[in-house]
């Protein structure tokens, strides 16, 4: 059964850059052609997705962080990165990486059934 | 860039009660709608994709239905459980709309 676990500092300084990492268990990140995601959740709020990859490495970004955001695959860890500049108080949220379905032999884009716990991130100085 | 917007903010009914949620597009999205449930403390949990079809696992009392800008959760008898926050995602950027808080009246 996949699994996916964030982890990554808990507290991040305005400014400074969060790194996150999602380790993938259960199932090889390159041995099929899925999409793997970044979700966040600010306290009391709704969800923003962040952006995607492609097994193969290519990215897809929410417009409004674009500039801000880099994601990356490690496929000889079955992991996947999170890196957010230039971090402010509005960036502090939960940082969820999940997997989109795959039906069929068509993988999604959208519709993510597997999620990790999330991981909470407090930009403070 | 697609807006998706949801309706009501805030839905109160009983156990045994049929919910209807709303889900509005800005812009056509075809049938490329998902909806999400989400308790307290957890990940969000996916029960439908392409607007109708149910996720595995997921009871048969939730469906989905709407095509292009107009979709709806409906959830036939609620269930103690099926208390929580719903949202819809659409494909293209896989944005969320705001969520519907499904709470007992």
């Known amino acids: 059964q996949l699994q996916l676990q964030e982890s990554g500092p808990g507290l991040v300084k305005p400014s400074e850059t969060l790194s996150l990492t999602c380790t993938v268990s259960?199932?090889?990140?390159?041995?099929?052609?899925?999409?793997w995601g970044w979700i966040r959740q600010p306290p009391g709020k709704g969800l923003e997705w962040i952006g995607s990859?492609?097994?193969?490495?290519?990215?897809y970004y929410n417009p409004s962080l674009k500039s801000r955001v880099t994601i990356s695959v490690d496929t000889s860890k079955n992991q996947f990165s999170l890196k957010l500049s230039s971090v402010t108080a509005a960036d502090t949220a939960v940082y969820y990486c999940?997997?989109?379905?795959?039906?069929?032999?068509?993988?999604?884009?959208?519709?993510?059934?597997?999620w990790g716990q999330g991981t909470t991130v407090t930009v403070s100085s | 860039e697609i807006v998706l917007t949801q309706s009501p903010a805030t839905l109160s009914l009983s156990p045994g009660e049929r919910a209807t949620l709303s889900c509005r597009a800005s812009?056509?999205?075809?049938?490329?709608l998902a909806w999400y449930q989400q308790k307290p403390g957890q990940a969000p949990r996916l029960l439908i994709y392409?607007?109708?079809n149910r996720a595995t696992g997921i009871p048969a009392r939730f469906s989905g239905s709407g095509s292009g800008t107009d979709f709806t959760l409906t959830i036939s008898s609620l269930e103690p459980e099926d208390f929580a926050v719903y949202y819809c995602?659409?494909?293209?950027?896989?944005?969320f709309g705001q969520g519907t808080r499904l709470e007992i009246k």
């Open positions: 999940a997997r989109p379905l795959a039906v069929a032999g068509f993988y999604y884009y959208y519709g993510m059934d597997v």
């Open positions: 259960g199932g090889s990140i390159s041995s099929s052609s899925y999409y």
């Open positions: 990859i492609y097994y193969s490495g290519s990215t």
């Open positions: 812009q056509s999205v075809s049938s490329y």
């Open positions: 392409d607007a109708s």
């Open positions: 995602q659409q494909r293209s950027i896989p944005e």
